[in-house]
């Protein structure tokens, strides 16, 4: 049974979302149960031509711009007409989840098409948008699309191509995009009224609170530093402790040392998850090492402090422990905060529809935070089971998948006005 919305709204069709959305996890199914579903895959444009068959059959308007974007309107996509952006993505990690990402866009499109059946007319055009890369899996550029569209053309790649240097160029042709028609693909701003986005939290904090809802006051920001350790491969067996020059050991000293900067308060979270070690071999101590230092936080000043607090302590232990250093800034996005008018949207549409919502801050980053550069943003999140994502575990009730997309249909309506 699929609870009704609120009387004097319009309602989504909860059966049909939920069903779009099982279908479309058929694209890029691991033996694990997972998703892997890169941008620019074989698996991605499969999924972007399942999406874009649905939107036809219903009658909507479907296409894909310049940048692999996929665009659904009630009719043609118009960049000069005042438009309400409402969407996520459809890419994947390796071996992710089914709801990240693809939750959004199917909901975006439900509220589509929700408009269109009801012939209703708003203050603005309402177009859904599945953005291309938001992840990056394959190829690097990370947030690929909505940069394109809000028009950061100058930030990106010059040459973009894959971890492998394949370039970006033929996978983006086979995805229907064009790179050298790049600029086609940017929304002007004036054109753009808001971006609405819908995702699951991810996190475990409405999972462990009775409110479906979130309302997400701020997309936190995040610095990744690479610091290399060059010490001296040698043998393990023969070479005294005191003559070593271990870059592994200069490596784990980091690890616990960037841990300690979260715990001491210096910024919310700093993890290390991937470390190169060559020769990566058990009977030669490490020549070199490679680490890559993840650093969030929601206020810009921590973060680079905490930026400078990485690179003081590589510079400590690598005279500690004789070894040569070298720290490299790779990614630096700064916190986002989302739109006040659009939270009052979010809220009045999860009160309408007897929601309990609550405001909280995303850790994880999300279109809306490059899309916040050019136009109002909002993010409503709704619960993630365990509190886990980007794993084949990830997973949301139905009943708070479907009071989600309730939520973003609500917030569309305000967000877009009568006309
Ligand atoms: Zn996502």
Redesign the pocket.
């Known amino acids: 049974m699929i609870p009704m919305g609120a009387g004097s709204e319009p309602d989504i069709n909860g059966e049909r979302l939920l069903r779009r959305l099982r279908d479309l996890s058929a694209f890029g199914r691991t033996a694990e149960g997972g998703i892997t579903r890169p941008g620019f895959s074989e698996a991605g444009r499969q999924a972007d031509a399942f999406l874009i068959g649905q939107a036809r059959r219903a009658n909507l308007h479907a296409e894909i711009d310049a940048a692999g974007n996929v665009l659904f309107g009630r009719a043609a996509i118009d960049r000069t007409r005042p438009t309400l952006l409402i969407g996520?993505?459809l890419d994947t990690v390796v071996n992710g989840g089914w709801l990240?990402?693809a939750y959004g866009v199917v909901s975006a499109l439900e509220v589509v098409q929700v408009l269109a059946e009801r012939h209703i007319d708003l203050g603005c055009d309402v177009a859904a948008i599945a953005f291309a890369n938001?992840e990056g899996a394959l190829f690097p550029q990370a947030f690929w699309g909505s940069m394109v569209a809000a028009g950061m053309l100058s930030s990106l790649p010059e040459q973009p191509a894959d971890h492998d240097g394949d370039p970006l160029a033929p996978a983006l042709a086979l995805a229907g995009g064009d790179l050298e028609a790049l600029p086609t693909a940017v929304w002007p701003s004036p054109s753009v009224r808001g971006y609405l986005e819908l995702?699951i939290e991810q996190g475990p904090i409405l999972a462990a609170g009775p409110e479906r809802i979130g309302i997400v006051d701020a997309i936190t920001g995040r610095a990744v530093l690479a610091v290399d350790f060059t010490g001296e491969a040698a043998h393990a067996g023969t070479t005294p402790l005191a003559a070593r020059a271990d870059a592994l050991l200069g490596a784990a000293h980091l690890i616990t040392a960037t841990r300690e900067l979260a715990e001491q308060g210096l910024c919310h979270v700093a993890s290390v998850g991937h470390v190169q070690v060559e020769p990566n071999s058990a009977n030669t101590l490490a020549g070199h090492a490679r680490l890559l230092v993840d650093l969030r936080d929601a206020d810009a000043a921590r973060l680079t402090k905490a930026e400078d607090a990485v690179r003081d302590q590589a510079g400590s232990i690598a005279a500690r422990c004789r070894l040569g250093v070298r720290c490299r800034r790779l990614v630096r996005s700064e916190p986002t905060a989302m739109d006040a008018e659009m939270r009052r949207h979010i809220t009045g549409s999860a009160a309408a529809h007897g929601l309990a919502a609550r405001i909280l801050s995303s850790g994880a980053g999300?279109d809306a935070q490059i899309m916040a550069g050019i136009t109002p943003s909002g993010m409503i999140f709704v619960p993630s089971i365990g509190g886990v994502s980007h794993v084949p575990q990830e997973d949301t009730s139905p009943a708070d998948l479907i009071a989600g997309a309730r939520v973003l249909l609500g917030a569309t309506l305000r967000a877009a006005g009568r006309r």
């Open positions: 996520s993505h990240d990402g938001e995702h999300h």
